[in-house]
């Protein structure tokens, strides 16, 4: 689980000012093992549509989990998003996820984030699933 990973992902998102988008993103992030629990951090951006509007979000998350097993991740995420478009957005994200090994390089990732606002006053419902390789 340790070291440099990208990935490649699809998300639903639901808000009052978007309604219901969907998209696809990319991301990459490191992750340090430490018996069984495990840090990271991961960089984001994804391109949504439909609902009211399309748009790209970036966002900034730090994870901590811990291995239920050596092949099953659960995790919690924090971090900070920001819309690229208009109208201007900026949140705290909170969530979390499950993250499965499917060898020593693929993994399958599935995360729920909740984006409270800070700027823009639209609160956000996202989830993912996406495939990552790791170095």
Same mark, same amino acid.
């Given at each position: ?5 990208? +990935? *490649? ?10 309604? @219901?988008? $969907? %998209?696809?993103?990319?991301? #990459?992030? !490191? ?33 901590? +989990? *811990? ?10 995420? @924090?971090? $900070? %998003?920001?819309?690229?478009? #208009?109208? !201007? ?47």
């Amino acid at each position: 689980w340790s070291g440099f990973y990208v +990935g *490649v992902y699809g998300l639903g998102q639901s808000s009052p000012a978007g309604g @219901a988008q $969907y %998209g696809l993103g990319i991301n #990459a992030g !490191v992750n340090a093992q430490l018996d069984f629990f495990l840090i990271g951090a991961e960089v984001a951006l994804h391109a949504v549509t439909g609902g009211n509007y399309d748009t790209a979000y970036g966002q900034v998350l730090g994870k901590a +989990g *811990v291995l239920i097993t050596d092949d099953v991740l659960l995790y919690a995420a @924090a971090g $900070y %998003g920001v819309d690229l478009g #208009a109208p !201007v957005e900026e949140d705290v994200l909170l969530g979390g996820g499950v993250e499965v090994a499917l060898g020593d390089q693929w993994t399958l990732r599935g995360q729920y984030l909740h984006a409270f606002p800070v700027a823009g006053g639209n609160p956000k419902e996202q989830v993912t699933l996406g495939a990552h390789f790791h170095f």
